[in-house]
């Protein structure tokens, strides 16, 4: 494998882009001072140097949990998936892909980028895996390998679309689209009052679950 890079490390509050979640990528995670609910704090460190030394490496990344909450989250809809509370001292491996760094708006000023050498667009990684850390204070831990890349979870990319919160929010998801482009319009929730009538809703207002078309504007 030849020159052998060391392992590089960071500490925080694990989180991701919900872009992330909208496309149904699941390629990246960054570390935040806060959860969700901003209820609990946590520094944010890491040894970006030595973080920047593997990019472009085939990575694996393995977060080990050191302190242990409920996540805020309510989770992918149109997945199915909700946070669940791992044990504190639990180690999750996220996965192996290709190392790279997105500047973004969190304490280490950059996302970390997970990609597969595949090619496929969407899933590259486990998203089950991400939303068992989410909201957990981790230790994250990169260092380079020989171990093939992970395969692909078992999803499929879901309709575009929005999905009600039955809260008067909404979640969104758009495969494939990792920035959507503007402003989008989620049609209003129609119900059946028979004898031809019908009821005409905002989206917010649909029960939960109910799943409601969408178009950019």
């Known amino acids: ?48 140097d030595a973080i920047r030394a593997l990019v472009g490496l085939r990575v ?8 242990s909450r409920d996540s805020g989250h309510l ?21 192996v892909g290709r190392l790279a760094l997105k500047p973004s708006d969190t304490p280490l000023g950059v996302d970390f980028v997970l990609a597969p050498e595949d090619g496929r667009p969407l899933f590259w990684l486990d998203p089950r895996r991400l939303f068992r850390l989410h909201d957990q204070t981790v230790e994250l831990s990169f260092a380079e390998t020989d171990e093939p890349c992970h395969e692909a979870p078992p999803f499929e990319a879901t309709q575009s679309g929005a999905i009600s919160n039955g809260d008067g929010s909404l979640q969104i998801a758009t495969p494939g689209v990792l920035d959507a482009g503007g402003p989008i319009h989620v049609a209003p929730h129609i119900e059946s009052l028979g004898d031809g009538a019908f009821m005409v809703t905002s989206p917010g207002a649909a029960p939960a679950g109910t799943r409601l078309g969408i178009r950019r504007r």
Not at 18 to 23: D, I, K, M, T
Not at 38 to 46: F, P, Y
Not at 75 to 95: N, S
């Open 75 to 95: 989770g992918d809809r149109a997945l199915g998936l909700v946070p669940c509370r791992p044990a504190v001292g639990e180690t999750v491996v996220i996965g």
């Open 60 to 67: 694996k990344a393995v977060a080990t949990v050191v302190e």
């Open 1 to 48: 494998m030849g020159e052998q890079h060391a392992a590089a490390s960071a500490r925080g509050i694990f989180s991701w882009d919900g872009a992330e979640r909208r496309a149904q990528r699941y390629g990246s995670f960054n570390l935040q001072e806060a959860d969700f609910n901003e209820q609990n704090g946590a520094a944010v460190t890491g040894d970006l």
